[in-house]
């Protein structure tokens, strides 16, 4: 068996946690919550670890990572020796020591850190060295982001985090807020126009959002095939290829 199935690539999320074992047939797809432990009153309450896409809760965290390392041994029973796990571009320090403590704890091996939007942007297939920057939106269930990708790094970016999370799309003021601030963006860096917008992320299909988009940046607005998965599709990319890994800007600690 080859040891390249040892990899795992993990896209925690604020509503959904995706991963993939390289060599694996599937991608594990399981709801950011764990049951809470028990406290002597009878319920079995729900815990969400991870708020805006970061750590809120480290212990439900390092739980539901767990659960999703045993989501992957399905396809194989060894331990993970390296995994890659994606923070938002907009975590902070301790943010993204957070998931790399529970995750390094959960798996019992080396973590890497990638940015979501980078991640998604190679997932979904972009040449993301090219010296012409290109323009990603990541559309999560707690934090949208709007990046700008050249030769391996983010040149801008832009972030909004979202206060709740509903099935029925973004919010009237989300939505003003997502436009405004991609539209913010093209405007500081107009060469992004060149290659257009790709949208990521479990909310990208939301088509009011896209005809928002199209109408106030004018702009070639498209979606990523599955972009619920481009993430996770990405970090396992750069866990397979690592001339790819080594031309991107290293992730901030």
Not at 55 to 61: K, N, Q, R, S
Not at 100 to 123: D, I, K, M, N, Q
């Amino acid at each position: 068996m080859s040891a390249v199935r040892r990899f795992l690539a993990l896209d925690l999320g604020t509503a959904r946690t995706r991963s993939l074992a390289a060599g694996g047939h599937a991608i594990a797809d399981r709801a950011s919550a764990v049951v809470a432990l028990p406290s002597g009153s009878g319920s079995a309450d729900v815990v969400r670890p991870l708020r805006h896409g970061m750590v809120a809760d480290p212990g439900a965290c390092l739980r539901l990572v767990r659960l999703v390392v045993q989501d992957t041994r399905l396809y194989d029973g060894r331990p993970p020796a390296r995994v890659l796990a994606g923070v938002p571009l907009a975590a902070s320090p301790s943010d993204r020591r957070a998931v790399r403590v529970a995750v390094s704890e959960a798996a019992g091996c080396e973590v890497t850190l990638v940015e979501e939007p980078l991640a998604a942007a190679v997932g979904a297939g972009l040449d993301v060295l090219d010296p012409r920057p290109c323009l990603v939106l990541d559309v999560g269930a707690g934090i949208v982001e709007a990046v700008a990708i050249s030769e391996g790094g983010v040149v801008d970016a832009t972030a909004l985090q979202l206060s709740a999370t509903t099935g029925a799309g973004l919010a009237a003021y989300a939505m003003e807020g997502v436009v405004d601030m991609t539209a913010a963006l093209v405007r500081r860096l107009p060469a992004v126009r060149a290659r257009g917008l790709l949208v990521t992320g479990g909310g990208a299909r939301e088509e009011l959002l896209l005809r928002r988009l199209r109408g106030a940046l004018r702009l070639q607005v498209e979606v990523a095939a599955q972009p619920q998965y481009a993430t996770v599709r990405g970090l396992m990319r750069l866990c397979l290829q690592p001339a790819l890994a080594t031309g991107l800007a290293p992730a901030a600690h």
